[in-house]
């Protein structure tokens, strides 16, 4: 940072003032220039410091502008992410809780129809192997053109 410092002149050409001759007027001006120059450490300035320094450059209404943008636009994206957040678990949770059951219970429906027509294709297997008047499949390793009486075994 720079100070400033009022220097109040009692005598208007003094030998100490830079501008007291028009002759030694540009070797004392860059003299001061560089003495004032040595006076300032940057090694002790942080970037911080820099940056705030900038802050005088700027018009305050500039300032106010890019500040009231800023928080406009930081506002919308939080409402906007808190909307979206709602609506994601909306969604995630009618999901769960209405489509997995119905997903499950479609999924049951289904396996019961496949069941229903492996019991239909079975059924027309065991009626094309039956002779065209009995009711009733005949008994198995049995030829039907021959009757004999079943015996069980050990009688």
Do not use: C
């Not at 003032?17 to 070797?27: C, E, G, K, Q, V």
């Amino acid at each position: 940072m720079v100070k400033v410092e009022i220097v109040e002149e009692k005598d208007q050409f003094s030998s100490n003032s830079p501008y007291a001759s028009s002759s030694s007027s540009r070797t004392s001006s860059s003299v001061s220039l560089s003495s004032a120059s040595s006076e300032l450490s940057t090694a002790d300035e942080t970037l911080y410091d820099r940056f705030s320094a900038l802050v005088d450059i700027v018009p305050p209404s500039t300032r106010h502008t890019i500040s009231t943008r800023v928080s406009n636009t930081a506002s919308f994206l939080k409402k906007t992410g808190k909307v979206l957040g709602n609506v994601v678990w909306i969604v995630t949770t009618s999901a769960l809780l209405v489509g997995l059951p119905l997903a499950l219970s479609l999924e049951d429906e289904a396996k019961i129809v496949a069941q229903e027509r492996e019991m239909m294709a079975q059924q027309q297997g065991a009626q094309q192997m039956l002779p065209p008047g009995s009711s009733y499949p005949p008994p198995p390793g049995s030829n039907p053109s021959s009757q004999k009486g079943i015996v069980p075994p050990g009688f």
